[in-house]
């Protein structure tokens, strides 16, 4: 067991040191705004803090916004530059887009929480007395107190005298809530012995614990010798409920520590049995594990598992891409060599000049994505919710007769693109550079097009028709799904314009699997018009040739990977890649 | 790990939780349970004291470790005790425990949960839907606690007033002069009555659509069964009532049954037409009007030769333009109300409540005045009413100054039965 004894502290001023939030004295106020960085990185924050003294203070302040915006409008300038040579789903685009499109108040006050000094030293039970008294509020002062020594990482005995304290004026009983978060302070210290002893009061207390205090136990057993109990622990989670996936990771990390292999095997079988999507922590785990077995089994289940990265659109960290490039390094006699690199707009490999798999569909596939889109987007049960049967017909009967098209318009959103110019002029402008190219033009719109209004000219109209064909639904209709059938309809060649992400349509559909295949699909066949001046000549986000996921060739792997620093949006794509290949 | 097998065994939850409540836990431990308790608090504590409670005072020396002696002290007690507990695992004790855990932990859950409930908990496919449910059970044990306090209360001071009166009448016995009995509820509900004869014979016709059972779960029906309880007593309580029918009502169907169950015996005296019979068999269609949030078309004027059509829907899985695809395959006119021309729309669906439609027909049919009627719009949901004109500016302001309930036209039978209504 393991107490510490503080001696020669004495002098009480020195007991409480200060908390770590920030506090705010009498007469002061920190005033601080923050800039994001123009990359959209998020650790990059830059402070500006000055101390408003008083409200007339507010000039300095507001200059300060002011400057801060015009240094975020320089930033903008760069990212014109930056946007072009990405494309829509590129990690951090959409970042970069909500920066230049809005000028975002970031300079609220960070939250300010009122806090006390928390004791740094163990106090005896009058100076805990003493404490309570001190404290005003609604809450229970032991479980309060406790919560912000778990919130601040106090150090254990500090706990452990409020216990002790606790205890002795409730006839040594102290209650769930605080053992559990003593347990958390444990565990977070790494104090295994303290996590044994708490283990046995909790055994010896409670038939059973709540998912929390299972998981703190697990977490801080794994790391002793009686690591097995935690799998007993594991069994009891599952009487009730499936176990998260933390609580998979700490069981298959506690097998990995003490070389059960076979076991943290099995835990992974079923964490995957269970339908839950493994941390990548796990998996990093199984690969800096197998740095050091020389065993073709172990070799081969991970590569089962880059093979699950790549069914599951799912791409490792920074630091997991590290331990994957060890490991293949580490493997004896095959001579693996990585590189961290991206990839060419030509969808070949700066490392090995291969060619990155296209983000073209197979035929399979196509027809497949083709169906689903037509049943659960278009139809969904009901057709009269996005549209009628009848325009439905009409339709359908339109898109059979005309020859395939090149590129099906979104004519409201193209039209919309620059607000302050006529939209009926705008889809024009577009309809008519794209015709000068020799294209099979389709443009979807609605019947209101076609009314005269300020905003959609008669004239106009009629020369979008004469270069394209087009096709009007009714006022009430949806047209985006009219779109994405169209285009499919016309086959892999055809593309579509908007710029729209369509992810209400792609929540229509409703595995995972279907929604893959339209985000790879979209990703390969829209254009999405990136000028922001009308009149110029059109130019469109460049649509990446290969496909982003993990992929092998026998003797290469290529693995795209998240930045650390990098936030990226649940539809964007990773932009660094791992290329892995077999020295020859 | 043989040790770890011994605790599986019983440990009366409840008992650590609060002493001194006597409750009664599932089957046979209840018995078993309180004889612990007793042990536990007579023979034990005195027995085990907290060691260096005395020499607490030099910082050095605190007795960090003494409380752990005596929280595991109890293995003991229990394993004596713990023969009648049964080994083989029942999942809804498992899940009971596991409720009683998180109590214990200060979560939020009900302190007591019926078999039935522990049932639905246990079938909830997820963790957070069964954090959920729980909640939901919580919120609910508390109200009803809140609400039983208030009651005790109330009847205390009943009984207090009663004994003062009682004091006050023993002393002067006073004959004093009435014109009336005091017979005024039964008197207004036959009045009522009355009214809503004459709507059933010549009121304008609303229809209610019921034809949403299956795009709703059981508490969204619930919720709308409530909302259409309140229309029809806002109806009745109107000067000049609707004809309220409610169509595509099933016979036994969820909708019809939740319904039964909650008027109970008055259903079959209910003075509104339930018909299994779609809208479009009972009206012209050309005089039908769909109200739907989705529609393009805004409601400009309350038409008195019109049969609006309200979907009893709640929809909190945002089913976007469900009743908008019902009133395209009948080819029905459909309208909105002018929301956004007479407020300044902050936060909030445009959805409104069946009750809040009610009243706003009902206000509209009377008064015709927009700006009347859509004071029923909750006031969260917008900013204000635009100003439109001057005048009507003042009348806006004179609403907003006035509570909504005391609008009502005066002299009508109205004013009475607001009062009642707020009593």
Known sequence: ?584 | MPVFLKMSGSIILRSFGRFLVPFTIHRKKGVLCSTILQRSMSSKIPTVSYPKKESTSPPEQLGLDGWKITMKSSMQEEDASAVSSSKDEDPLVAIRELIEMWRLFGKEVPEQISEEELKSAMGCVSKSSKKKYLKYLYIKEKIKKAKQIKKEMKAALKEKAKKDQLLETTKEDKQQNFLFLRLWDRNMDIAMGWKGIQAMRFGQPLVFDMDYENYMKPKELQSTVSQLLESEGWNRRNVDPFHIYFCNLKVEGAYHKELVKRYGEKWDKLLLTATEKSHVDLFPKDSIIYLTADSPNVMTTFKHDKIYIVGSFVDKAMQTGTSLAKAKRLNLATECLPLDRYLQWDTGTKNLTLDQMMRILLCLKNTGSWEEALKFVPRRKHTGFMEISRHSQELVNRLKKSKPFNSFPKGSLNIHTQKRWLE
Request: glycine fraction near 6%.
């Open chain 1, 1 to 584: 067991m393991m107490t510490f004894c503080f001696t020669g502290i004495r002098s009480l001023p020195k007991l409480w040191k200060s908390n770590p939030y920030l506090s705010v004295g009498p007469g002061h106020s920190y005033f601080s705004l923050f800039l994001k960085d123009c990359c959209g990185i998020r650790n990059q924050q830059k402070w500006f803090s000055l101390k408003a003294v008083s409200p007339q203070n507010t000039k300095a302040v507001n200059l300060l916004i002011a400057k801060a915006r015009y240094l975020r409008k320089g930033d903008e300038g760069s990212n014109k530059q930056v946007s072009s040579d990405s494309h829509l789903f590129a990690a951090g685009a959409a970042k970069k887009r909500s920066q230049m499109n809005t000028h975002r108040e970031d300079h609220a006050l960070p939250p300010v929480r009122n806090t006390i000094q928390l004791p740094t030293r163990p106090l005896n039970s009058e100076e805990w007395d003493k404490f309570k008294e001190d404290f005003k509020g609604k809450a229970n002062f032991e479980s309060w107190i406790i919560s912000q020594m778990a919130d601040c990482h106090s150090s254990i005995d500090v706990a452990k005298s409020l216990l002790a304290w606790v205890a002795a004026k409730n006839n040594g009983i102290v209650g769930y809530d605080l053992l559990v978060k003593y347990l958390y302070l444990c565990v977070f210290h790494k104090h295994i012995s303290e996590v044994i002893d708490v283990y046995e009061i909790m055994k010896a207390r409670y038939k059973r614990l709540e998912p929390g205090g299972y998981t703190l136990l697990i977490q801080g057993l794994i790391h002793s010798d009686r690591w097995k109990e935690a799998l007993l622990l594991l069994e009891d989670i599952k009487k009730v409920m499936i176990p998260s996936k933390k609580n998979y990771n700490d069981c298959i990390e506690g097998a990995l520590l003490h070389q059960d292999v076979n076991l943290a095997w099995n835990l992974y079988q079923e964490l995957l049995g269970h339908n839950l999507i493994p941390m990548l922590k796990t998996l990093k785990t199984f690969f800096d594990f197998g740095k050091n077995i020389k065993d073709d089994q172990y070799s081969n289940k991970l590569l089962d598992i880059l093979l699950y990265l790549r069914n599951n659109h799912l791409y490792p960290g920074e630091s997991f891409a590290h331990s994957i490039k060890t490991w293949f390094e580490s493997v004896p006699g095959e001579q693996w060599k990585g590189q961290f690199t991206t990839i060419q707009e030509s969808g070949q490999c700066s490392g090995c000049g291969k060619t990155i798999e296209s983000i073209h569909l197979s035929p399979e596939e196509y027809e497949f994505l083709k169906e689903k889109i037509m049943r659960d987007v278009i139809d969904g049960g009901d057709q009269y919710k996005k549209t009628t049967p009848q325009e439905l017909e009409r339709f359908q009967n339109f898109v059979k007769c005309c020859p395939p098209f090149d590129i099906v318009i979104d004519g409201l959103n193209v039209a919309k693109t620059f607000p302050k110019a006529r939209e009926s002029q705008v889809l024009l402008h577009v309809v008519s550079q794209l015709a000068k190219q020799n294209l099979q033009l389709l443009v979807l719109g609605r019947k209101h097009m076609l009314t005269q209004h300020s905003r959609w000219r008669k004239d106009e109209m009629k020369k979008v028709q004469k270069q394209a064909s087009c096709f009007f639904a009714d006022n009430i209709s949806a047209d985006d799904p009219f779109l994405l059938y169209a285009t499919l309809h016309s086959g892999n060649h055809c593309k579509f314009i908007t710029k729209d992400l369509m992810r209400d349509h792609k929540a229509c559909l409703h595995d995972a699997k279907t929604q893959r295949l339209f985000f790879k699909w979209q990703q390969g066949h829209q254009l999405a018009i990136i000028n922001r001046l009308p009149g110029s000549k059109i130019t469109f986000q460049r649509i990446p040739s290969y496909d982003t996921v993990v992929q092998t060739t026998g003797d290469s792997w290529h693995i795209p990977y998240d930045e650390d620093l990098l936030e990226r949006y649940s539809y964007e794509v990773p932009t660094k890649w791992l290329c892995l290949h077999r020295k020859t």
